[in-house]
């Protein structure tokens, strides 16, 4: 972990976004428009509410979707918390220094407007997501 890391939202795996998000708007939270990242295999869409953390929902895609995994041992579960920072490429070499295991080196993601995002996981906190603030250019 890093003193610069800025919260950015907390990730559940679920089997039905439709299900799962119907619970949250009844509390009064909004939920965007759904993106397909065709890179991890998933749906995903977030819940916003005032004063209160963001939740992104991660529904797989279909049988290839790692997510897969997470939901058959734990159930609809939170999974991952996903901090922001100005540098992903730069943190990528730090985490790993810290003993962090990268799941894949950061790439584009659809949900976030093509910014650049990478997983780690260590065992003492599970997955951690970096979000790179910046948009790719190009
Ligand atoms: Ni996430």
């Known amino acids: 972990m890093l003193k610069?890391?800025?919260?950015?939202?907390?990730?559940?795996?679920?089997d039905s976004i439709a299900a799962f998000s119907a619970e949250y708007i009844r509390g009064e939270y909004k939920?965007?428009?759904?993106?397909?990242?065709?890179?991890?295999r998933v749906k995903i869409c977030f819940l916003?509410?005032?004063?209160?953390?963001?939740?992104?929902?991660?529904e797989p895609l279909d049988e290839k979707s790692s997510i897969n995994k997470i939901i058959k041992k734990?159930?609809?579960?939170p999974y991952h918390i996903c901090y922001e920072t100005d540098d992903i490429n730069a943190d990528f070499d730090l985490m790993c220094q810290l003993g962090y295991t990268p799941l894949f080196r950061p790439v584009k993601a659809a949900a976030f407007e093509n910014r650049l995002i990478c997983y780690f996981y260590k065992k003492e906190i599970g997955f951690v997501e970096l979000l790179n603030s910046k948009m790719e250019v190009k």
């Open 4 to 14: 610069h890391f800025r919260f950015h939202h907390i990730g559940y795996a679920t």
């Open 31 to 40: 939920m965007n428009e759904e993106f397909i990242d065709n890179i991890q």
């Open 48 to 58: 916003h509410k005032k004063d209160n953390p963001t939740i992104e929902l991660v």
């Open 74 to 77: 734990n159930g609809v579960c």
